[in-house]
C-alpha cells in the first residue's frame, strides 16, 4: 500500500534537493539581476518573502502559481518555466502524488480527514518507519530514507506556513491500532499534542462510536489555493485522484463540514489523546 502518497523510487535518480537547490539558484539571479531584495520580490509575486528564502535556498518545491507570476515580474524570459519542468520527479513521492503536494505547499487552508493512517504531516519517524516495514513489494533501506525525507520536507509547512489554516479529522482508531506497537504509539500521541498547540492547527478526533458518521466514503483532503480555488484529493492502492470539478469538491466539503460537528471538540479530542497515552 502506498502511504500518503509515499513510494520508493528506482536507483540513478538524481536527489530533489540537487535540482531545487538549481531553480532556487536561477530565482535568486534574475531576482538580483531585477534588483528586487527577497521582500520586494514576495511581494510583487504575493508571497512572503520567507517562501521565497525557502525557494531560493532549495528548501521547499515552487508552487505553479509562484513560478507564474515568478516570470511576469523578471521579464518573461521562460527560464523558470523550463527549469521547474526537472523538479517534476520527487524520491519518495508517488508520481500521482506530486502535483497534489505543490498545491499542498502553496495552500492556504488545508484540511484533511484520515481513517486509515495517520496523515503524512503528522507522522513520527517511528510510525513512518513501522508502516515502511509492512510495504508489499519491500522496500530497501535507501528507499525508505528517500520516504522519510520526503515526509519530513512535507511536514515543515506547518512551521513554515503561519498563516495557512491547517486542519485534521482522525478516527480514534488509527491511535488504538497501536501501529509499531505501544512506544510508538505513544510518541505519535506525544507528536500529535504538540503539534495542536501551533495556532494555525485544529486536531479533532472522531470517537470509535458514532452513530452519524459523514466521512463514510472514505478519506477527504481538501486544498485552498491564494485565488482561493478549492481542490480535491482521493488516494487508493497504487493511484490518487486530483479533483477539480467544482460541484465534486462542493460535496466533500459539505461532507467535510458534518464531520467537524459530529467530530469531538478540539478540547474533548485533546483530554481523549491524554487518557489514550495513559492506557498504554
Known amino acids: 500500500m502506498v502511504v500518503d502518497g509515499a513510494v520508493g523510487t528506482g536507483g540513478g535518480e538524481p536527489e530533489a534537493s540537487d535540482s531545487l537547490r538549481t531553480f532556487g539558484a536561477v530565482v535568486q539571479a534574475l531576482r538580483e539581476h531585477a534588483g528586487l531584495s527577497r521582500e520586494e520580490f514576495g511581494e510583487r509575486v504575493r508571497f512572503s518573502k520567507h517562501t521565497v528564502a525557502s ?18 515580474v523578471l521579464g518573461n524570459t521562460g527560464a523558470l518555466r523550463k527549469a ?6 520527487q524520491p519518495g513521492l508517488a508520481a500521482w502524488f506530486r502535483q497534489w503536494a505543490r498545491l499542498e505547499a502553496a495552500a492556504i487552508t488545508l484540511y484533511t480527514y484520515e481513517c486509515r493512517m495517520l496523515p503524512g504531516l503528522l507522522q513520527t519517524e517511528a510510525y513512518a518507519r513501522a508502516m515502511s516495514s509492512d510495504q508489499l513489494p519491500p522496500l530497501d533501506d535507501a528507499q525508505i530514507e528517500e520516504r522519510w525525507a520526503a515526509r519530513t520536507e512535507r511536514q515543515r509547512l506547518l512551521r513554515e506556513r503561519p498563516n495557512t489554516a491547517f486542519g485534521f479529522i482522525l478516527e480514534e482508531h488509527l491511535f488504538l491500532r497501536r501501529t509499531g506497537g505501544s512506544e510508538v504509539t505513544r510518541g505519535l500521541i506525544d507528536h500529535v499534542l504538540e503539534i495542536r498547540k501551533l495556532r494555525n492547527v485544529e486536531i479533532q478526533v472522531m470517537p470509535l462510536v458514532q452513530e452519524s458518521h459523514s466521512g463514510l466514503h472514505g478519506p477527504i483532503r ?7 480555488r478549492w481542490f480535491a484529493y ?3 492502492q497504487e493511484s490518487g485522484q486530483l479533483i477539480s470539478d467544482a460541484k465534486v469538491v462542493s460535496v466533500l466539503q459539505r461532507r467535510y463540514a458534518r464531520m467537524r460537528s459530529q467530530a469531538l471538540t478540539i478540547q474533548d479530542s ?11
Not at 481538501?222 to 482561493?228: I, K
Request: hydrophobic share 35%; no cysteine.
Open 55 to 72: 525557494v531560493e535556498l532549495g528548501r521547499r518545491m515552487p508552487d505553479p502559481t509562484f513560478v507564474e507570476r515568478a516570470e511576469e
Open 222 to 228: 481538501l486544498s485552498e489555493t491564494p485565488e482561493n
Open 270 to 280: 485533546v483530554s481523549l489523546l491524554q487518557r489514550m497515552r495513559g492506557d498504554l
Open 84 to 89: 521547474v519542468g526537472h523538479l517534476a520527479r
Open 234 to 236: 482521493n488516494e487508493g
